[in-house]
């Protein structure tokens, strides 16, 4: 197959100092570099671009990210701590056998919704 896997995602940002700060600080993302228009993250294997969009058509809320957690609710609950607006709580979406897979749904800095998600065995 020609695609291997994905490389990187990008989020467009309003503000890049204010979003800089969410990812780094709240969400607790190692750093790779910044310029003055674009930021980039590690994230175990790829890579997260925040970017202020080059056109207007390019302004729009990203695709949801959904981040892998071991525990979803301590997560969730050190998240609320640093004062990230949820939508939700913590909650079962999908049953799979013995394994339960959770999410909990939140809004950064720029309007992009993103979400934890856990699996758990039961």
């Known amino acids: 197959m020609m695609i291997q896997r994905v ?3 990008g989020v467009p940002v309003k503000d890049l100092n204010r ?3 969410f990812y780094k600080e709240k969400l607790g993302l190692a750093l790779l570099f910044n310029t003055d228009s674009m930021a980039f993250f590690e994230c175990d294997g790829f890579r997260l671009m925040l970017s202020l969009p080059e ?3 390019f302004a729009h809320s990203s695709s949801v990210i959904y981040f892998q957690v071991t525990d979803i609710k301590d997560s969730y609950e050190r998240l609320v701590d640093k004062e990230v607006t949820f939508i939700d709580e ?4 999908a049953k799979m056998g013995n394994t339960e897979t959770w999410m ?7 309007d992009n919704t993103h979400a934890l998600m856990s699996e758990v065995q039961v």
């Open 90 to 93: 913590p909650h079962v979406v």
């Open 7 to 9: 490389g990187q995602i």
């Open 104 to 110: 909990v749904f939140f809004k950064d800095t720029e």
């Open 55 to 57: 056109k207007e058509e």
């Open 19 to 21: 979003a800089l700060n």
